[in-house]
């Protein structure tokens, strides 16, 4: 099979700043990243419909997408999902492990390759960044119901690479970027598109 599209899955848990890292990364290489769509009905703190990770849309909404859908994840009260086509278009995808399993799996027929990079943060700095943002409760629930996911996919055999967000976004931002340089490099990957 001849592989016509890399997509960059990036993977951490709730408050790891792989958003942050990626966006920034994504700029600096001139790359894009996929909204996946999501039922959550409200905004985070100092989140707007136009920075969200997600297009923000209603649960009856979700039936016009069910044969294209992609990556569904049901979790916390509300679900996300990304589409075929926002996948072919898209240079990366933020994703959680249950997600990028369904992902891989209906992409093994598509001529897609899927590097996994993995955001990691040690656990007293997620708690203070959540305290910090606001959201302890909802950063807290999350991490309870994503502890044992994120856990068995740090142990797979799936993570292309690691990056260890424990410094600056600055330094995160520089190592995804050398990440992703290195890894074109070695796919034979040009900016030609």
């Known amino acids: 099979m001849i592989i016509i599209h890399t997509v960059y899955c990036v993977l951490g848990r709730t408050g790891s700043g792989k958003s942050t890292v990626t966006k920034e990364a994504t700029k600096r290489l001139n790359m894009s990243i996929l909204r996946s769509y999501s039922t959550r009905q409200y905004l985070r703190q100092g989140e707007t419909k136009e920075n969200s990770d997600h297009i923000l849309i209603s649960p009856d909404e979700i039936e016009k997408y069910r044969n294209d859908m992609i990556a569904y994840t049901d979790r916390v009260g509300y679900c996300s999902f990304a589409t075929k086509q926002q996948l072919l278009d898209n240079d990366f995808y933020i994703i959680n492990p249950t997600g990028y399993y369904e992902l891989k799996l209906k992409?093994?027929?598509?001529?897609?390759?899927?590097?996994?990079?993995?955001?990691?943060?040690?656990?007293?700095?997620l708690r203070q960044r959540a305290k910090k943002r606001g959201d302890y409760d909802a950063w807290q629930a999350n991490y309870i119901k994503e502890s044992e996911e994120f856990s068995n996919f740090e142990k797979s055999h799936l993570v292309d690479y690691f990056i260890l967000n424990d410094r600056s976004i600055e330094e995160s931002v520089a190592k995804m970027v050398r990440i992703i340089n290195k890894d074109k490099l070695k796919r034979g990957i040009t900016d030609e598109k």
């Open 107 to 125: 992409t093994k027929n598509m001529n897609v390759e899927l590097v996994t990079i993995m955001v990691n943060v040690p656990y007293n700095d």
